[in-house]
């Protein structure tokens, strides 16, 4: 069984409260005892020390017990006897500890061996004589010791005061305790309640015989006193030897062996006459002074000194006295019979002796018995809590596990299905291992992949070097960790020359290899330099980290020189030799800017400068930017991703009939949203598109977005004309011009007379003999054509007779002077005549005021627009513009 | 671990064993058999004090005054009593009960019953010291107050008494025999003398005995019932001629048969039948003169018959134990017993002996004795007089012997063995009570 001792220290204020309560208890049990009869007695005092040695160890019982015992010696005076509950408390805590680990065993051997014999010993050295009520003391101690002793097991065994001392405790009971508890109860319970019953009967029983005993005496005396007058009485008091010889006479006639003591006495205890057993009791004649005494009735007393200062109670008792007092009528005398329990009390103490005898011995053998069985039943339960214990890990090991043999039926078949259930608990972890196997295998698998993931997300897969992401990581971390700024950067932007060409010559294939190639002298030579990474595409970039614009600068050319090496590659088994070159840009940081973003762009910029220049060499951003011709090449740049980015957008402004105010058509208006620049006019970004090529695929977008939202519009209901499309030079010039278009209109679903094109007088001037056929075409083609701009080329009327167009729009340098400039006007006014005199229609742009309104509306020109009638609108508030316009038919004074 | 725990042990033990030594011992007995000694006298107050005297007897009422005069803080409180019955049945009960007055004035007859210690203050202590007095006491007087055992002053005689004669002077002359005090009692020295005389008044019907016992208890009183080891002292020959004369005196029918005490007796005096009476002391002229008055100047008193000397009685003055004015108390009987007041005899003899033949008593006249001068004859029978040690075991010898000499004069059994056997069954009837009191 666990010792369940809480610690030697005590540091909870529970624990101090504990067993300061305790310690208060036993001192209570001390004072208080039940008693049963004679001197015998139950006292619990020593349960609460069992309880303290249980709970706190045996130092601390034993301090406890001579903390009460001094108490009770100073303030009570108690039997000596008590005094060895120290040495008992010592030597039980003892033999529990080390040996027994059960506190009523202990107890029985501590008084079998020691108790018995010490305390008896002390009792003859107190000088008292060793008679059986000695004994009794004795054994009385015993059994008191065996109950507390069984009653303090149990009591810590099943209410567990430890829970409510230690609230985390863990606690369990063990069966052979259980048992041992329970048989021991039953064979002490029994008899504790026999003997008390029986001293409580005993002790009436001795009561009336001796009260029956008391009054016949008293009887027979005063019988023999009736003769006697008052002066006889009264010269017994003064001492009248011949009436105080009469009466001890009378006194005398006591028979030889009788007990009956006989006295006559005054009230203030002198006596006048006695017989020889009152002479020869050892009480005094003021017993009422002293003692303690018992008041059976008015007359009846039991005396016995008090229970103090004796070894032991019975001891005292020994000394009882059973006194009657009759008072004699009208004189201060009484008849005063005393009996000693003495002769009473050997019989009962004989009886006490006998049971005390019988309890033990009863205890000695339910102890063994208790004993043989609990290991008879709790060997096999034993044996098979040793084969459970662990059981997962056996199992998991396949270790053979030991099954207990046993005749007890039910153990049997606990152990019958432990064993099936370990059986299947051993299949099922086998089936778990190999589960646990394939899965190990797996997540090594995934780990792998993981690995690769990770490799495949950081490391470019083509060249194995880092990918830009990775780039910009490390970047990231460089600058963060150099919190001073201390640390130079010089980022180098490498873009392969002619790497398209050859790409686009000798394949993909060839081209990879060739990346790899040069992913591979990078490699080479890397551990010299910072980080290599390649950003995609044929763009590399190399950091160098405290480096300055001279270490750069020698970098760039060195990697200039790798990079114009020849490169063989076998492809197909046939040796190809290429040859290439970098274009290095390269931005320093933080002299360049403190900001990462801004120094790639930078780095960018100038790589993209050193590749407009020709390649092969390397350019500083800080020269770029001295130049300004920053925002230019920025363009340049970003031009090409517009497109992807979705940046290019197209704004609407409609176009109204100057008399009617209907729309009649509306313009489709390139714009470039720039993320960083805003809204760039075509004016500024159509150029540098002219000049990097990429007009052809800008065209082609507007011209399918134009017309894609026209059909919404007209499938929405919210309008019903064209859309009017500006084209460049470069797309009309276009071989695939028509194709283009009629692709659009297949695609968009949109008939050829809702897209109208707008041509700039001076580009069809200037290439009218290429574009005759085109016009043509794309006239027949069913789209609506307008000369944009007319008037500004100055020579644009031979145009009309040749260009099969639809619509003339007057450009906006003759129109927004019409109200001031008489010139302007009559030269619009011409220009309307003359235009519509060939059947067709005049546009008149820039409309800006009211009242070149009003003078064109005079002129007869077919619509205009302008800011006045509508600004530009994205497609969003175009839409609900129109909406609106719908709604309201918006008035316009022609 | 092992070793800790064997020095705990035999610390342990050692500890036990020192306080199980420091405890009291067990089995003590817890009784004291021995008696208890006497409780110590309360410490008297300085202030005034009130003494309470009991007296059988009248006549203290001068002494009262003039003490008091003297001792102007001590009062004296007398209770008187009707009878000496009376007295002596209050006493008991009193000092039974462990009250009771100061001082007791006891008639010695009453005395025995108190000569056990504790009832009585012991003279001879402090603050008492009356051993100065006993030079001032004749022996006989001055152990006759002692206690049973010897060994206590239990009592001061104030007066005592003799047996004397009252006899019929003209009744005897009338017969023809001397008349005069002092030939009478002469005359009746001579057993053969008085029986003549009650011979001859028989006829008459008058008589000078009154029951056989007479004359054997005046013998008795002359020699006293114990001596000092409580042997019974009437076992003589003397008791045995006295027996042979009163049992000569029955069979002549020569007895009253009624006693001076009962009204029978009384009467008899009163109607001239009993002319001689001599079981009375000193004092007794005054008793007949009361029984008949009218008889003054016929009585005379002389010297007891057969020339015995006897002592009748005394009164004793004693403090009780449990007074608080023991001090005062005693002032109070030293002023009585020492005659300071001058002194009143009543017929009496001081037993202070200084205080002894006053002059004004000495010449006296007795006017209803016919004027005689009756104080010498008192003092010289109290001189020749033993006054013997009263007991406890007094009465019950006294009631035996007259009892059984009553029965050997009726029974005329021989006067020796008579008076043998008395003394035996005397004896051997107190025997027990006798070794108590010599014992203890």
């Known amino acids: ?440 295998v797996q997540t090594d698998e995934m780990k792998k992949s993981k690995e690769e993931l990770k490799h495949l997300a950081y490391y470019d897969a083509l060249t194995d070097l880092p990918n830009r992401h990775y780039f910009i990581d490390y970047l990231k971390k460089t600058v963060e960790e150099d919190e001073n700024k201390y640390k130079i950067l010089a980022i180098m932007f490498i873009d392969l020359n002619r790497f398209k060409q050859i790409n686009d010559s000798l394949g993909h294939e060839v081209g990879d290899m060739l990346l790899k190639e040069i992913a591979r002298r990078f490699k080479a030579i890397s551990k010299n330099y910072s980080f290599i990474a390649r950003l995609g595409g044929d763009e590399f970039v190399i950091i160098l980290e405290n480096a300055d614009k001279l270490k750069a600068a020698e970098t760039a050319n060195f990697i200039n020189k790798i990079l114009a090496d020849k490169i063989d590659i076998v492809y197909n088994s046939k040796r190809i030799e290429l040859f290439t070159s970098g274009s290095i840009g390269i931005s320093m940081y933080p002299m360049d800017s403190n900001d990462i973003n801004t120094v790639l762009k930078n780095a960018d910029i100038a790589m993209y400068a050193a590749k407009k220049t020709g390649g092969n060499i390397y350019r500083f951003y800080e020269e770029i930017n001295k130049d300004n011709k920053e925002e230019q090449i920025h363009l340049e740049m970003n031009l090409k991703s517009a497109l992807e980015r979705k940046e290019l957008v197209l704004y609407y402004q409609p176009q109204f009939n100057v008399k009617s105010g209907n729309i009649t058509a509306v313009e489709a208006l390139l714009r470039w949203n720039h993320p960083e620049l805003g809204l760039i006019l075509p004016s500024k970004f159509i150029p540098i598109a002219n000049n990097i090529g990429l007009m052809q695929e800008i065209g082609y977008w507007v011209l399918k977005e134009a017309c894609a939202q026209i059909k919404l519009w007209r499938d929405m209901g919210i309008i019903n004309t064209r859309v009017t499309v500006n084209l460049s030079g470069d797309n009309f010039e276009s071989q695939y011009i028509i194709d283009t278009i009629q692709k659009v209109l297949d695609e968009t679903g949109v008939s050829p007379e809702l897209l109208g094109l707008d041509i700039t007088e001076s580009y069809l001037l200037s290439n009218f003999t290429n574009l005759d056929k085109t016009v043509s075409d794309l006239k027949q083609l069913g789209v609506y054509i307008s000369i944009d701009d007319f008037g500004e080329g100055g020579s644009s009327i031979s145009l009309l007779k040749d260009a099969p167009v639809d619509c003339v729009k007057i450009d906006r340098i003759f129109i927004e002077k019409l109200s001031t400039d008489k010139k302007s006007e009559l030269i619009v006014k011409a220009l309307i005549d003359m235009v519509h005199s060939i059947g067709i229609k005049v546009v008149a742009e820039g409309v800006e005021t009211p009242e070149n309104v009003d003078i064109l509306k005079n002129m007869d020109c077919d619509d205009i627009h302008g800011f006045l009638l509508r600004a530009p609108m994205d497609k969003n508030n175009f839409e609900n513009w129109l909406i609106n316009y719908n709604n309201q038919r918006a008035v316009f004074e022609l | 671990m ?354 002894r033949r006053n002059n004004r008593q000495m010449e006296a006249r007795n006017s209803f004795l016919g004027e005689q001068v009756t104080q010498p004859l008192y003092e010289d029978l109290a001189d020749k007089m033993i006054q013997y040690k009263l007991t406890p075991l007094d009465n019950t010898a006294t009631e035996i012997f007259a009892k059984d000499i009553s029965d050997a004069t009726v029974r005329n059994i021989d006067s020796k063995t008579a008076i043998r056997d008395i003394a035996d069954k005397i004896e051997k009837t107190l025997e027990e009570e006798r070794k108590d009191l010599i014992e203890n």
């Not at chain 2, 013998?219 to 006295?242: P, Q």
């Open chain 2, 2 to 355: 092992k070793g800790l725990n064997v020095i705990c042990f035999s610390l342990l033990l050692c500890v036990l064993m020192i306080s199980s030594s420091c405890g009291q011992a067990p089995n003590q007995p817890l009784s004291n058999t021995n008696p208890k000694a006497q409780t110590a006298v309360p410490s008297e107050s300085s202030l005034n004090a009130e003494i309470k005297v009991w007296a059988a007897n009248t006549g203290l009422d001068s002494f009262k005054q003039d003490f008091e005069s003297m001792y102007p803080k001590i009062k004296i409180n007398i209770t008187k009593f009707d009878s000496l019955d009376k007295f002596n049945n209050e006493c008991l009960s009193a000092l039974s009960s462990g009250t009771g007055p100061d001082v007791l004035f006891f008639d010695s007859s009453f005395f025995g019953q108190y000569t056990v210690n504790g009832i009585l203050e012991d003279l001879l202590k402090d603050p008492y010291l009356a051993g100065r007095y006993e030079k001032d006491f004749s022996e006989d007087v001055w152990e006759s107050n002692k206690s049973a055992d010897g060994k206590s002053l239990l009592a001061m005689t104030y007066l005592t008494s003799p047996y004397v004669t009252f006899y019929r002077e003209d009744i005897m002359k009338e017969n023809g025999f001397p008349s005069e005090p002092e030939e009478f009692g002469k005359f009746i020295e001579k057993p053969e003398n008085l029986l003549a005389i009650a011979k001859k008044i028989k006829p008459k019907g008058e008589y000078i005995f009154q029951w056989p016992t007479d004359l054997p208890n005046l013998m008795g009183s002359s020699v006293g019932i114990f001596d000092k080891n409580l042997r019974f002292m009437r076992n003589t020959n003397e008791f045995a001629k006295i027996l042979d004369i009163t049992k000569e005196a029955h069979r002549a029918g020569f007895e009253l048969e009624a006693s001076v005490w009962e009204p029978a007796g009384e009467k008899a005096i009163e109607d001239n039948k009993l002319v001689m009476v001599f079981n009375m002391g000193s004092w007794g002229s005054g008793s007949i003169q009361n029984f008949a008055p009218e008889q003054s100047g016929k009585w005379r008193v002389t010297k007891p018959p057969l020339g015995i000397c006897a002592w009748q009685s005394d009164t004793k003055i004693a403090i009780n134990s449990q007074s608080n004015n023991k001090k005062s108390a005693w002032k109070f009987v030293e002023y009585v017993f020492t005659q300071q007041s001058g002194g009143i005899n009543y017929d009496m003899v001081n037993g202070y002996k200084p205080s």
């Open chain 1, 1 to 440: 069984m666990r010792n369940l001792s809480l610690g030697k220290t005590l540091k909870s204020p529970n624990l101090i409260i504990g067993l300061i309560f305790l310690t208060c208890m036993c001192m209570v049990a001390r004072i208080y005892k039940v008693p049963l009869s004679y001197g015998v007695y139950i006292s619990f005092s020593s349960f609460f020390l069992f309880v303290i040695l249980r709970l706190y160890g045996t130092v601390f019982g034993v301090v406890s017990s001579v903390f009460v015992n001094i108490f009770v010696i100073i303030f009570l005076h108690s039997d000596t006897i008590s005094l060895f509950v120290p040495l008992e408390i010592l030597v039980v805590g003892i033999i529990y500890k080390s040996k027994t680990q059960n506190l009523f065993l202990s107890e029985m051997i501590y008084w079998l061996i020691l108790g018995c014999p010490i305390t008896s010993l002390f009792f003859f050295l107190q000088g008292g004589e060793f008679g059986i009520e000695g004994f009794v003391a004795v054994l009385n101690q015993f059994v008191i010791g065996l109950i507390n002793a069984l009653l303090a097991d149990m009591m810590i065994s099943y209410i567990s005061p430890q829970r409510m001392l230690r609230s985390n405790a863990n606690y369990t009971i063990d069966f052979s305790i259980l048992l041992f508890h329970f048989t021991l109860l039953s064979v002490l319970g029994p008899f504790t309640i026999f003997v008390s019953i029986d001293g409580l009967n005993i002790n009436r029983d001795t009561n009336i015989s001796i009260i029956q005993t008391i009054e016949n005496k008293k009887f027979d005396i005063m019988e023999q006193l009736k003769g006697w007058s008052i002066i006889d009485l009264r010269k017994i008091k003064v001492k009248s030897p011949i009436q105080l010889n009469k009466l001890k006479n009378i006194l005398d006639k006591e028979p030889e062996g009788s007990i009956v003591g006989l006295m006559i006495q005054d009230n203030n205890g002198k006596v006048y006459a006695s017989n020889k057993q009152a002479n020869n009791y050892d009480i005094s004649d003021d017993w009422k002074s002293h003692g303690k005494i018992t008041q059976l009735s008015d007359d009846i007393y039991i005396w016995h000194p008090e229970l103090t200062n004796y070894y032991t109670d019975e001891t005292a008792w020994k000394s009882a006295f059973f006194i009657k007092e009759t008072k004699f009528e009208d004189i201060d005398l009484k008849l005063v019979i005393k009996i000693p329990l003495l002769k009473y009390s050997e019989e009962i103490w004989d009886g006490y002796l006998n049971k005390f005898y019988i309890i033990i011995i009863a205890c000695i053998i339910a102890t063994i018995l208790s004993i043989i069985i609990s290991r008879f039943l709790s060997g096999a339960l034993l044996k098979l809590a040793e084969s459970t214990t662990d059981i997962p890990n056996k199992l998991g090991r396949q270790e053979k596990i030991n099954w207990p043999n046993t005749s007890i039926s039910q153990i049997k078949s606990l152990i019958l299905n432990f064993t099936e259930m370990s059986n299947k608990l051993e299949q099922l972890f086998s089936q778990e291992k190999e589960m646990n196997n394939k899965l190990l």
